[in-house]
């Protein structure tokens, strides 16, 4: 005898095991004005701790573009590879500086280098660095102080930054208690953690007390 079951029961079948152990999350994140923030960097921290993904083996590419580093901001896994590219026709200078607790003893050495300005010819000049250790790192140049960007490394592979509308979106996070983590370039102080609890579909809000500098278009 042959059994069959409808695409619809099977569906609902699929979407039940899916949902039952990860979820949509969405985060809304506001200036201190009420505002959207951009490129406010979100961390996802499931209660429990559950085994972390291994970082993307491909670098993550920095470049340094109309005298600006692009992303301003990017976030990534600890153990993770930043390749900077330098596209301009003029030399730069890239300085990674630890912020917060990793501008603190020993761990306070940061990165740096220099990348020859690109003749047009041939591929642009680019170096790559090991990020080794979780936190935010300032990244400048100084040759062209104007040039400003951040880094920030850790270790849930949970993690996103916002886009123009204040909102940053992740799929298959983990079901159950989780822990919410804000940060931003432009802080004064940290912004305190917000716990949730992650379901199929799961919106929260979070307000900051951040005003966010004016960039340069």
Request: glycine share 8%; proline share 7%.
């Amino acid at each position: 005898m042959t059994h069959r079951i409808s695409f619809t029961a099977w569906l609902a079948a699929s979407l039940a095991s899916v949902t039952a152990s990860a979820g949509v999350l969405q985060v809304n994140v506001s200036s201190r004005d009420g505002q959207p923030l951009v490129d406010a960097v979100v961390i996802v921290e499931p209660v429990g701790n559950p085994k972390a993904a291994s970082p993307a083996s491909a670098p993550v590419t920095i470049d340094q573009q109309r005298m600006q580093f692009i992303p301003a901001v990017a976030v990534v896994t600890r153990g993770s590879t930043l390749r900077f590219t330098n596209r301009d026709g003029w030399d730069h200078h890239v300085r990674g500086i630890p912020l917060g607790n990793l501008a603190q003893g020993d761990s306070a050495r940061g990165f740096e280098m220099r990348l020859a300005g690109h003749s047009g010819q041939g591929e642009p000049a680019s170096q790559t660095v090991l990020m080794d250790r979780a936190g935010p790192f300032q990244l400048g140049c100084h040759l062209h102080s104007s040039m400003r960007g951040a880094v920030f490394v850790t270790d849930s592979p949970w993690h996103g930054k916002t886009d123009a509308q204040g909102v940053m979106r992740l799929q298959d996070v983990p079901d159950g208690p989780a822990r919410i983590r804000v940060w931003h370039a432009d802080q004064l102080v940290d912004t305190a953690p917000v716990d949730i609890t992650v379901q199929a579909l799961t919106v929260t809000s979070v307000p900051t007390q951040i005003t966010p500098r004016r960039r340069r278009p």
